[in-house]
């Protein structure tokens, strides 16, 4: 029997097993009996979206400063603290005597108004007196590598270097050091000047543990600002990001990258917002500002231009989040009307910035920073969860303003909701959905199997199993497949989604977060089995859902939690007519998110059977192979007999790519990178009829050439 997953639903049983159950196998576990798939393989159920799969961002975690973005200085511009120079510190070598402090007598520009003060007291013959930047966590250096070091500096009369630039081992201020790289600056001057070197490192053994330091050998007084180190970068970017996190991002072929936030949009003030023009021109011109949502200082060389280049680097299209009048917990809120107008024109900008050719005002402005080219822009975000507002309902004005005047100004860009909102006819609507548990995600995973398709299509622009610390393991992983596996063969409706968050800097002290996709530290990155899943889910399919139907599931009883942000199961009845109505209260996220759906009411919690295994199939088009997703949840191998029919022939040989563990615990770590990775291998035994096994805790992807 085929059912149309859309539509079947057995009244009395929760809707995700309704959908995927034959009823005479609801609620029985069937661990050792063969589970029975059939395809229609020369059906159309509906169609992928080519935006299925993409990304999401902010600064959280140390994404950027100490993460993605390639700077190796921390408080490069001595920002972070007002008072102290706070990751610098002075070095004394060999008898060598001197001072350094903030000086906010010598402003570097409007944007800096302090710079860091170096007086040589005492130094002559081997006597060294510097200053030592720490980085983040540590400066990495590798054998062979050249480094691009710059700052500026500004001498007292009498003082003209030389200076040395140095990368030296140790954290913390020795004699014993060893040089790793170092460059001479011969001599500087009594203004502003920007000095440039590079700085290479022989057969150093790769290490994080090293500073920067820059140190004069003579008496006098020198201040420095805006010194900045960068490693190669992806591309060779001067400003650019770091190629091994890159290179995960490529692997995955996201198709789009949602920025910048997320509660870093909004920030808890209008202050601490992303102020996109402050973000914008030389590094040496931008403020920086205290990342209040996360908690410390974000620098900014991660700014508009640099989202927009990173997008381009991976071929993704940029969805840009404008700031909406609203600060996180109401700490700004401008009312619809004139009070709200300068955000509405400052987004209208800030689009101008993306799209605009060089004769725009802001057009001009990009090419001026280094991009003459317009950058392609299809979605714009207005904001970020405002259903989270206190006010109820303060969005709908707001959006609806920031709505008219992007459309009037831009009739051909789709503007996304972040809440339902019912005076405009938003074109997409982000819903985020963070879940505590495996089985809590593999509850809700076919719950857009009956959302009615009357509404608009829907975002899922934040959302992960929130299983693992600090990335997530296999068991977050399983319930993460569980999800996609219901939004791929639902994307008519779900026409983007993106996990979040997407980094974490494992270091001490690195996350806000817990359960991050990617992992790294100084040196080195790494993938969890839900950057696995996710990569598999984003590599892996056709366009075309083709109907699937399954009997013989089995199931596992699954006690939500009572209390406080329980569980509580959504109700069985359709969206709200016309519009793109969640299914029901979600379950608030964890550790401080707030997730885009308002937690629902206290209620005891009900014990609920929860499937173990999940499928979908889709079809290449073009070239008529198929794929077949298979998710298995439970503790024991599964044999899955496969029908398809609509096809003449199924190649004997195909491919399988299967992501196993031996426990649902099991993770993979910065020490421990690549414990849990997909494993492709050509199969065979394919045909239009045939069984195969698949493995405990495991998901797989069945690649079958069809005729
Ligand atoms: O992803 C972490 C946070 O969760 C985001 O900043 C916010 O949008 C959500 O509450």
């Not at 201020?173 to 590079?198: F, H, I, M």
């Not at 700085?199 to 140190?215: D, F, H, Q, Y």
């Not at 779900?494 to 690195?510: C, E, H, R, T």
């Not at 009411?601 to 929860?610: F, H, K, T």
């Amino acid at each position: 029997m085929f059912m149309n997953l859309k539509t079947n639903t057995l009244p009395l049983l929760p809707a995700a097993l309704c959908v995927l159950l034959g009823a005479s196998t609801a609620l029985r576990a069937q661990s050792t009996n063969t589970v029975e798939i059939q395809i229609k393989a020369d059906q159309v159920a509906s169609h992928v979206s080519p935006m299925l799969y993409g990304l999401m961002t902010e600064e959280i975690n140390y994404s950027y400063d100490g993460g993605l973005y390639g700077e190796l200085v921390r408080n490069r511009n001595f920002k972070e603290d007002a008072k102290d120079p706070v990751h610098w510190q002075l070095v004394q070598e060999h008898g060598g005597v001197g001072s350094s402090s903030l000086d906010a007598s010598q402003p570097f520009n409007d944007a800096i108004p302090a710079s860091l003060k170096l007086s040589v007291t005492q130094a002559s013959g081997n006597q060294r007196v510097g200053v030592a930047n720490d980085g983040f966590w540590g400066i990495p250096v590798r054998p062979n590598t050249s480094y691009r070091a710059s700052f500026y500096a500004k001498a007292s009369p009498g003082f003209t270097g030389p200076l040395t630039v140095a990368i030296v081992s140790g954290i913390v201020n020795n004699d014993g050091a060893t040089v790793l790289a170092s460059a001479q600056v011969p001599r500087v001057t009594q203004d502003w000047k920007k000095y440039e070197v590079t700085l290479t490192a022989g057969k150093a053994a790769p290490s994080a543990e090293n500073r920067m330091v820059i140190s004069a050998g003579t008496p006098g007084t020198v201040w420095f600002n805006l010194v900045s180190l960068f490693p190669p970068t992806w591309g060779d970017r001067p400003t650019g990001n770091r190629k091994d996190i890159m290179q995960l991002l490529a692997d995955m072929k996201p198709a789009f990258l949602r920025f910048p936030g997320g509660n870093y949009l909004e920030g808890n003030t209008l202050a601490t917002r992303f102020d996109w023009k402050k973000t914008i021109g030389d590094i040496s011109e931008r403020p920086g500002h205290m990342n209040d949502s996360w908690r410390y200082w974000s620098s900014d060389g991660m700014g508009l231009l640099e989202f927009l280049e990173w997008c381009e680097d991976l071929r993704m299209q940029p969805v840009l989040g404008v700031y909406a009048g609203y600060s996180l917990r109401g700490g700004a809120r401008f009312a619809p009307g004139a009070e709200l107008e300068p955000y509405v024109k400052e987004a209208l900008e800030e689009i101008e910035y993306v799209t605009g050719d060089a004769g725009t005002t802001w057009g001009a402005r990009r090419a001026k920073d280094g991009h003459p080219a317009p950058f392609p822009l299809e979605y714009v975000e207005v904001g970020n969860e405002d259903n989270a507002d206190r006010q109820v309902g303060s969005y709908e004005g707001r959006f609806a303003q920031f709505f008219d005047a992007i459309k009037a100004k831009y009739p051909k860009l789709k503007v996304i909701a972040t809440t339902l909102v019912t005076t405009r006819a938003a074109d997409v609507i982000d819903e985020h959905y963070y879940r505590r548990s495996e089985e809590e995600m593999a509850f809700h995973a076919n719950d857009y199997d009956t959302r009615r398709r009357t509404g608009q299509p829907v975002f899922v622009g934040e959302w992960a199993t929130r299983v693992g610390d600090p990335t997530p393991n296999m068991s977050a992983a399983l319930g993460d497949a569980a999800w996609m596996v219901g939004m791929e063969r639902n994307s008519d409706l779900v026409i983007m989604a993106s996990y979040a968050p997407l980094f974490v800097n494992v270091n001490k002290g690195g996350m806000q977060w817990v359960t991050d996709m990617i992992g790294y530290d100084t040196m080195s990155s790494y993938g969890s089995p839900s950057y696995y899943a996710q990569k598999m889910f984003s590599v892996y399919h056709g366009d075309d859902v083709v109907p699937i139907a399954a009997q013989g599931i089995p199931t596992k009883e699954w006690q939500p939690p009572a209390g406080r942000g329980g569980f509580i199961p959504p109700p069985q009845t359709p969206g709200r007519a016309g519009t793109a109505q969640p299914p029901g209260p979600q379950g608030a996220a964890r550790g401080g998110g707030r997730g885009n759906q308002p937690a629902g009411p206290q209620q005891p919690a009900m014990p609920l059977q929860v499937p173990l295994m999940f499928f979908d199939a889709t079809r290449d088009s073009k070239t008529g192979t198929i794929y077949v997703k298979v998710v298995n949840r439970a503790a024991t191998p599964q044999s899955v007999h496969i029908a398809v029919s609509g096809v003449a022939a199924v190649e004997p040989g195909g491919q399988a790519i299967t992501m196993s563990a031996s426990s649902p615990a099991d993770t993979n770590s910065i020490t421990e990178p690549a414990k849990i990775v997909p494993i492709v291998r050509t199969v065979d035994g394919l045909s239009t009829n045939f069984s195969r096994t698949f493995p405990p805790y495991s998901i797989s992807v069945l690649e079958m050439r069809a005729k």
